[in-house]
């Protein structure tokens, strides 16, 4: 079993910028990528981002060039920086991991969860 805990979630005005941090304990050795989703109200929840063991990032178009996905594997911790924040950001924000797969990876991939952090934007 694996334990994510998030971390860093908040309100924060639009424009503005945060970063949300994942840590995960337990059996870590089997994660093969770690990533964010997110839900909004009303919605379905929707990945937004991953990063693999070997640090490659992969980002949804609605995300691309404000957020930034790193890794410290040392710390078994994910981070997840949000800049440019818009009120369409507002969610609650999960941290998943997803074991080391064959062939490529999938959303439904991710079968570890966090309990979720909100994030509000004001306008």
């Known amino acids: 079993q694996v334990q994510l805990v998030e971390s860093g979630g908040g309100l924060v005005q639009a424009g503005g910028s945060l970063r949300l941090s994942c840590a995960a304990s337990?059996?870590?050795?089997?994660?093969?990528?770690m990533g964010w989703f997110r839900q909004a109200p009303g919605k379905v929840r929707k990945g937004i981002s991953y990063?693999?063991?070997?640090?490659?990032?992969y980002y949804v178009d609605s995300v691309k060039g404000r957020f930034t996905i790193a890794s410290d594997n040392a710390k078994n911790t994910v981070y997840l920086a949000m800049n440019s924040l818009n009120p369409e950001d507002t969610a609650v924000y999960y941290c998943a991991a997803a074991a080391v797969v064959a062939g490529s990876l999938s959303w439904a991939d991710f079968r570890s969860w966090g309990q979720g952090t909100q994030v509000t934007v004001s306008s």
């Open positions: 990063i693999t063991n070997g640090g490659k990032a």
């Open positions: 337990g059996r870590t050795l089997g994660i093969g990528t």
